[in-house]
C-alpha cells in the first residue's frame, strides 16, 4: 500500500481487499490439506509397487530356480551317479560340471550369488569358492525350503539414516527354494536332495521406484506450490492495483517531461549550432586567406594553422550536435555494403597508417545489396572505427567483417585490439555526453545507435573474450 494515499482511501480500500484476503486463507489451508493427502497417497502407492515388484522378483527367482533344478537333475545329477555312483563336490570334475551347468543356465539372467545347500545345511556348490564346505550358514530361509517351502528375503545395505526412508545403497533379493529330485521326462517331483539359495541384486529397479516416488511427489508439490503462487499473485493483484495506476500514471508523466526536456535541449543545440557554424566559417575563411597573403616563411602561419585545426574541431562537435539533435528519416537505396566500408577505409587511410594500424576485411564477393541510406551509414561507420584507432594509440588490428545470417540479416562487425572498455562504464557507452576520451562531445556512439535504429536495425557493443579490444556488432534486417 503506498503510504502517500490519502487514510481514508487507503481504508476504503483495506475493506475492498479483505474477500481476497479470506479467499486466500481459506484456500491455502484447502491446498495444504490436498497436499498432505496427495502424499500420503502417494506413500500408499509406492508401497503397493514396492510389494508388487517384490512378488515379481520372487517369481521370478523361483521360475529360475525351478529351471536350474531342472537342468542340474538331468545335466549333473544323473550323469554323475551313472558314472560314478555318487556325488562329490569335492570332487574338482564333478565341481566344474556344477559350475558349468549352472553359469551356462543362469548365463544373461540378473542373478549375483547362487549356493546349494546339502541336507546338513552345509554348503557343497557357490559362485564364491571361499563358502564350500561352511556350515550351518542358511538359516530359517534354509529350514523353510527344506521342508518344501521356498521363502525370500530383502537385504538392504547402506546408511542409517537413508535406509528407513527407502534410500538404500544396495539392495538385493535372497530366495531359498528345495532342490528336489526329478522323473526324467514327466517332471514329477522327488524327494528333497538339498537347498538352492539365490541372490538378485534389485538396487538399479528399487532406484527406479524410488525415482518414480520421488518424481510423484515433488510432482504433487510443485503443482501445489504453483496453485499457491497463483493464488497470491491473483490477490496480491487485487491488492496493488491501484498503486500500479498511480505508479503507470507517475512514469508516464516523467518520461513526458523527458521528452520534453531533450526536445527543448535539441531546439537550443540546433539553434545555437546554428549560430555558431556561421561565424565559424567566417573564421576559417578569414584564417585561409591569411595564410595565402602570408608567406610560407612567415612565423604566424603556425597559428594560423592552429586557427583552422580548431575551427575544423568545432565544426565537427557541431555536426555531432546537428546529427544528434535532428535525426533525420533515412533516403534507402539498394546499396552494397562493403563499398561504403571500403569509401571509410579510404578516406581515413592517412591516419591509419600513421598511426600504424593494420586493418583486415572479410568481404564476400556474392553478397546481395541492401536497402540502406548510404550516407548515414557511412557516418555510422566512420564513428566506429575512429573509436577503435583511439583505442589503439600505439597501433594495433582492426579486422572488418560482414556477413548474410539465414539471408535475413546482415551483419557487420568491428574488432580491434585495444585495451578495451572499462566494465564499469560499460553501461553508460550509449548516454549522450559521455566520454572517457579528453577531447570528445560523447555523442559519436549515440548518433550510431540512432542511425542503425532508423535502419530497423541493432547494435551491440562488447569486450572481446578471445582477446584484448573490443567487438562492435550490427545486424540490419535485409528488408527494412
Aim: overall charge neutral; some cysteine.
Amino acid at each position: 500500500m503506498n503510504p502517500l494515499l490519502h487514510p481514508l482511501k487507503s481504508g476504503i480500500l483495506d475493506e475492498r481487499i479483505k474477500p481476497f484476503r479470506l479467499v486466500k486463507y481459506f484456500t491455502i489451508s484447502s491446498l495444504i490439506v490436498i497436499l498432505a493427502g496427495a502424499i500420503l497417497l502417494s506413500v500408499l502407492n509406492i508401497h503397493w509397487t514396492k510389494s508388487l515388484h517384490m512378488k515379481k522378483s520372487e517369481d521370478y527367482a523361483l521360475a529360475l530356480i525351478e529351471n536350474l533344478n531342472h537342468q542340474i537333475f538331468l545335466q549333473f545329477v544323473i550323469p554323475i551317479m551313472l558314472k560314478y555312483g555318487k556325488i562329490e563336490l569335492s570332487n574338482p570334475e564333478q565341481f566344474d560340471r556344477m559350475d558349468t551347468i549352472v553359469r551356462n543356465t543362469l548365463h544373461s539372467f540378473k542373478v549375483d550369488m547362487v549356493t546349494i545347500y546339502d541336507i546338513s545345511d552345509i554348503i557343497s556348490y557357490s559362485f564364491d569358492k571361499d563358502l564350500v564346505g561352511k556350515r550351518h550358514l542358511g538359516g530359517p530361509g534354509f529350514e523353510y525350503a527344506l521342508e518344501g517351502k521356498p521363502t525370500s528375503r530383502q537385504v538392504q545395505r547402506g546408511s542409517l539414516l537413508k535406509l528407513p526412508l527407502g534410500f538404500a545403497k544396495e539392495s538385493k533379493l535372497i530366495t531359498f527354494a528345495p532342490l528336489r529330485a526329478e522323473r526324467q521326462f514327466l517332471r514329477i517331483t522327488g524327494p528333497v536332495l538339498g537347498v538352492i539359495e539365490l541372490t538378485q541384486d534389485i538396487t538399479e529397479d528399487y532406484r527406479s521406484i524410488l525415482k518414480y516416488q520421488t518424481l510423484v511427489i515433488s510432482t504433487c508439490v510443485l503443482v501445489m506450490v504453483v496453485l499457491l503462487v497463483i493464488l497470491v499473485l491473483v490477490v496480491k493483484r487485487g491488492e496493488v492495483i491501484i498503486q500500479e495506476r498511480n505508479l503507470e500514471q507517475i512514469k508516464l508523466r516523467e518520461k513526458l517531461a523527458q521528452v520534453e526536456k531533450l526536445s527543448s535541449i535539441g531546439s537550443m543545440i540546433a539553434g545555437i549550432s546554428h549560430e555558431i557554424r556561421n561565424p565559424l566559417g567566417i573564421i576559417t575563411s578569414s584564417a585561409a586567406l591569411l595564410k595565402k597573403k602570408a608567406g610560407p616563411a612567415d612565423p604566424s602561419n603556425t597559428f594560423i594553422d592552429i586557427i583552422v585545426e580548431e575551427a575544423n574541431r568545432l565544426n565537427t562537435i557541431i555536426t555531432d550536435f546537428l546529427n544528434f539533435a535532428r535525426p533525420r528519416t533515412p533516403t534507402v537505396v539498394p546499396t552494397r555494403m562493403s563499398d561504403i566500408l571500403e569509401k571509410n577505409i579510404a578516406f581515413l587511410k592517412p591516419q591509419i597508417e600513421s598511426r600504424h594500424i593494420a586493418v583486415r576485411t572479410d568481404f564476400p564477393d556474392r553478397l546481395p545489396t541492401i536497402s540502406v541510406d548510404p550516407d548515414m551509414m557511412y557516418q555510422a561507420f566512420l564513428n566506429i572505427l575512429i573509436n577503435a584507432m583511439d583505442a589503439m594509440p600505439d597501433g594495433g588490428t582492426i579486422e572488418i567483417a560482414v556477413a548474410l545470417v539465414e539471408d535475413r540479416t546482415f551483419t557487420v562487425e568491428f574488432r580491434d585490439t585495444g585495451q578495451g572498455i572499462e566494465p564499469d562504464v560499460l553501461h553508460r557507452i550509449w548516454d549522450p555526453f559521455f566520454t572517457t576520451k579528453e577531447k570528445g562531445t560523447g555523442l559519436g556512439l549515440g548518433i550510431v545507435k540512432a542511425i542503425i535504429e532508423a535502419h530497423h536495425g541493432t547494435v551491440f557493443i562488447e569486450n572481446r573474450t578471445d582477446r584484448s579490444g573490443t567487438l562492435v556488432r550490427i545486424e540490419l534486417p535485409v528488408e527494412p
